[in-house]
């Protein structure tokens, strides 16, 4: 006669997870539990309110990397419990870092001597890079003022009101005036004549974007040093510049070698670029590069030597995993300067299908560049019965994430519709994508609401209007009967 048990809590190894008491009530929310749960239990709730998360894929509000081969997946779990800053410890994956550091450095054109290195750190993120950057250039121009006597104590950046919040972090965290250029309709990037307009003896940095966040587009970066370079001259000023690469700093060396923005340029100091976005590489990594060792001031490099070797360091941060620094090094001697075209190549071609796409609706016009990343930022052409904030959120129903935002002054009433095409957006998700506008375009038209508002726009008329039309009733009214006088 076979024996058998009832299970109990004591043998919990054999119970279904979702039978089990752990799924039963409400974990603490913001506190602690007081008690363990199984690791099937633990792992199974996570995992359950992570599926309400969006599609990483099918984010296209976002320029960051969400997909990488699973070679360097591999790669990135092996190395994931590698402290970065413990350079003594991992001696070869700071020697991959520099390894990145002076192929970037390259690729941006660096005058470098046949065994010079390159002057760079791998941060967080361009956030980060972007703080360092500043940094160097708000105490190198300290040191000049003090040197010649001069007041120091009111440093100001000028760039355009296009920039990333990053900027208006770095300006406001390190107390330093943020003097914008404004936008203009049909414009929507940074007037190199208005910001060099705007230059004084307090300007620490001039800041270009290469690849606006709002509509991929490149600023003129060879006509802002000109200009720049032509001021200096006359007031006895060395005003520099700083390019913000960290979108296009990856595509214009394989999609524009021939586009002077980079170190090529005197006046361009230092660059950021994000290895997290189409230097295709997972969230958690950036670059800043230097032109020479006299543009990073001695004094912000601290040295420590507390965890085995004295250790150069000029981070904001301390600790920092090394698993996106391994995957960038991957990145680079996998795909090197052919790979990184091609790819960049395609989704340039991806971006022409979508942009020709959105065109032949005939509802949109299309705000992006040829010239730029490649995104496609359009705005409705007709906005009175319905916008882009509702067409954005009618898309999340389809999968899709595609945001919409307001522009910066002066150009705040343009509203548009923003596409980034990233290296995992293909052909067939990018016809679908067109398919699925013109769905939402449709279901919004027909919306019993929308409906009543296009009636309700069409019978919108002026008291001239109106008094017109009744007078021409009236004449035709007229005519008809003189006609019917005359047959009888």
């Known amino acids: 006669m076979a024996l058998s048990e009832t299970a109990s809590e004591s043998n919990a190894s054999i119970h279904s997870t979702f039978a089990s008491r752990y799924v039963r009530v409400s974990l603490p929310r913001f506190k602690i539990p007081e008690n363990s749960i199984p690791k099937e239990a633990a792992y199974q709730i996570i995992n359950d309110e992570l599926m309400l998360d969006g599609n990483p894929r099918l984010n296209l509000a976002s320029f960051v990397t969400t997909w990488m081969e699973p070679e360097c997946d591999k790669l990135i779990m092996a190395s994931i419990n590698k402290n970065y800053v413990d350079m003594d410890e ?119 974007i ?150 032949k609706t005939g509802h949109f016009n299309i705000v992006s560049k040829e010239n730029g990343v490649p995104l496609v930022a359009f705005s409705l052409k007709d906005n009175s019965c319905h916008n882009e904030f509702e067409v954005s959120d009618m898309l999340r129903r389809y999968g899709w994430i595609v945001p919409a935002y307001t522009m910066p002054p002066d150009a705040q009433h343009v509203t548009v519709l923003r596409v980034v095409i990233r290296e995992d957006f293909s052909r067939t998700l990018a016809e679908r994508l067109v398919t699925d506008i013109q769905k939402v375009l449709y279901e919004l038209d027909t919306l019993p609401a929308k409906i009543t508002a296009k009636v309700q726009q069409s019978n919108k008329k002026s008291e001239i209007e109106t008094q017109r039309e009744i007078t021409e009733a009236w004449k035709k009214f007229v005519r008809e009967k003189k006609k019917t006088n005359g047959v009888c």
């Open 90 to 208: 991992y001696p070869v994956t700071t020697e991959l870092q520099n390894r990145c550091v002076n192929m970037i450095a390259h690729l941006f054109n660096a005058p470098l001597g046949e065994s010079e290195a390159a002057v760079g750190v791998g941060t967080v993120g361009s956030s980060e890079a972007i703080m360092l950057a500043g940094l160097a250039f708000k105490r190198k121009w300290q040191n000049k003022r003090k040197a010649e006597g001069k007041p120091h104590d009111k440093p100001n950046i000028v760039t355009g009101a296009n920039v990333q919040v990053c900027w208006e972090k770095f300006a406001r965290y390190f107390e330093v005036e943020l003097k914008e250029v404004k936008l203009t309709d049909g414009y929507y990037v940074m007037d190199p004549v208005k910001a060099v307009e705007m230059v004084d003896e307090n300007t620490i940095c001039v800041a270009a």
């Open 210 to 359: 290469l690849g606006s966040t709002l509509n991929g587009e490149f600023e003129d970066v060879k006509h802002l040093n000109d200009l720049l370079t032509k001021k200096n001259k006359e007031t006895g000023w060395d005003t520099p510049i700083h390019v913000d690469a960290a979108s296009g700093g990856f595509i214009a060396p394989f999609l524009h070698p021939e586009l002077e923005w980079d170190f090529r340029l005197p006046l361009v100091k230092s660059i950021n670029v994000s290895g997290h976005k189409y230097g295709l590489v997972y969230a958690g990594i950036g670059w800043v590069i230097w032109r020479s060792k006299e543009d990073l001031p001695d004094e912000l490099i601290f040295h420590i030597n507390y965890l085995g070797a004295d250790q150069p360091t000029f981070t904001l941060n301390f600790s920092k995993g090394s698993s996106q620094v391994i995957a960038q090094y991957y990145q680079l001697i996998r795909l090197g300067h052919e790979g990184y075209r091609n790819i960049m190549e395609n989704c340039q071609e991806n971006a022409r299908v979508l942009k020709e796409g959105l065109e």
